[in-house]
């Protein structure tokens, strides 16, 4: 018997060693809500993925989970910031009142109307009704809650886990949503297992190791990795991006001219709101940079713009940023020092144009930090301050003529360190922070999602593999879904609509790529709630001249505008695009799509300045498509010498003697038989492609 006591003593000791080592961290009264600890770790996996926030976004509003998600977070303006709602029948699910609910779906009591809602009382007219009793009523009463409300949403939640059991989803996404709710809003909520120390052993020796190796070490220590993960995600904070806009100028008359894109001034405000962004308290704070720079005038008006970063892509701030650029507090003197194209363009009244130099771009530095410096490596040294080290780099990519500056931002005291990269080009300039814009996890592979995917198609095992694949999911894994529908492993709907929701889609390279994705694995495959997806998408791609047409393009490959009237609405709503993509089209239907497109308004002449501006009959010209070259030259405004950026004329890519003798029967000349100084005179051109025309024409001026 002594000895017996002796052992479970023993026992009892090791048990409280190895509890206070797992859970010291954290002190939570309610026990039973952890009973199922793999689904706060899934919500929690759903929430730093952004795939919460892209259900809310791009989802169809009336699917059940959507439903639910809108009831439990809110998007903020135009960043699309996810915050959970703090108001109404949600502030209900917190502590005692959200193991309850847990505990009411583990037992399916949910789905017990009595048991939820009351006893059901008919008044005399036989229609109407009320509720007495039940647990939202006792609930709406100790919260001081509207019943109604918090029965609206009990109802919501019941059809969202009904669509969920239905749908077999992996596992139920409803329950791992209000647990993503539960912790993000309750501050008691238990979210790691370990000691910090724990974590970081882990890392330290999951470092080293290749995808495959990285593989297996997470799914043999799958908890330590799912919190690694979802702390890396959310590790380092940056403001949102500034998204380019549409805005007028001090120096332009808004009556009569349209307001321009704004791609230089807003790279260069996005540049000074990482600059001025504190990691810590997720606000712009001036105290970052030296105290001579915070006394500046240009640094006072800055911050009159750096309000907050949750309304720095308002209009008003928008529209007060480029008045600051084009003179209204720089003055008309300091705007033409920064070299501006400050010209009427021909047949319009565009405004002006900030010229993505280099010049301009250290000229605006020193204008709003008050600082002198003459070339970009002097920056660095002049703003950088207590603790924070900043460096300015410049290459230059002679290949392309961009300039490359490269800014990289040491803080030691968060500690944080990344780079943000400014390219300007020519005619365009853009910022790229690898910190804010992808999925950057740091020590973790690529190659993990698309692994443990294949892991899925050959174990049939969903978990836990699924919720590793939502965290790390890249593009790349959208090459491994076709490859795999093209080897007869198709994935399910479930696993597909979730891989897709699991990308960066606030970005519009990445909706392309979802798009063309899903055009290259047969849409006949999709549901509707996935087709709703592809739609949205399609509709929120810029129509831009690089994404239009590479869409359309996907689109007429693709063939499905044949048997989709939404896709063939989409490519008769910009014909001229579709048209200059017509010529990739099979030799059965490439002539009958350019005949359509034309008699649907496309103007034959049209050039995409993305694709090295080529026209349609030089893109026929090239793919050797002679049908369509002699209905094209048989059309009466047709512009048989138009140049490419490289300045050859088509017929300079003519390669068939058959091709070269038609083109030169219908006026067609060689680039070096054209005056080089004189452009041919298009009537048809549209005001997009005067201003390229005049940008074109800038390089080799003084401006």
Known sequence: MKISNKIILLITIICINKTSEVWSMHTYKFKTIYNNIDLMKYGRSLHASKWIKNVYLYADKNTPLAKLIRNLWFCRNKDEQLLPTKKGASTALRGETFEQLINHIYTKNIFNEEKMFGKKTFKPNGRDFSYSGGWVQKIAEEKNLKTKKLRALIRKIQEALKNSLNQKDLPNKTEAILWAFFSATDKQAKTSKYKPKTYLNFEKKIKNLNAKEQTNYILQNYDKAIHSIIKRSNMKKLPPQVIQGNYGYQYQTLKTSEPFETCTESTMLDLFSILSYNQKTEEYDETLLPKKIQSGQGFKNLFAVLKSPETINDKDIGQTWMNMVSGRNIGKNEYTRLNCYAKKIPHSDLGYILRPRVKNFINLFNFFYGTKAKKIEDLGDLISYNGRKITFTKQKNNSDDDNIITITIDDQKIPSKYDVKVVLQPFHAYLECKERDIKSMGIYKDEISIILLKKILETKKIHPYIQIITLLASNKILKKITFLNKKSKPLTKNILRHLYYSLALKFPKVKLKVVQNALENNLNFLDDNLMALIYRLTQKIPTGDYYLPVLCKSIICSQIYKKNTFFENFLLKYPSE???????????????????????????????????????????????????????????????????????????????????????????????????????????????????????SLKNSNY
């Open 578 to 696: 579709a048209l200059n993509m017509a010529p990739y089209a099979n030799e059965e239907d490439d002539l009958k799509l350019c005949k359509w497109f034309i008699e649907n308004g496309a103007n034959i002449n049209w050039q995409d300045y993305e694709w090295k501006e080529t026209s349609v009959l030089m893109r026929a010209v090239q793919l050797k498509k002679l049908k369509i070259v002699q209905f094209l030259l048989s059309e009466p405004n047709i512009n048989v010498n138009a140049k490419d950026e490289d300045r050859k004329t088509i017929l300079d890519h003519a390669q068939t003697e058959e091709i070269i003798d038609l083109l030169k029967k219908a006026g067609a000349k060689h680039s070096n038989q054209i005056d080089q100084s004189k452009r041919p005179n298009d009537q048809t051109t549209s005001l997009r492609d005067h201003y390229h025309l005049t940008l074109k």
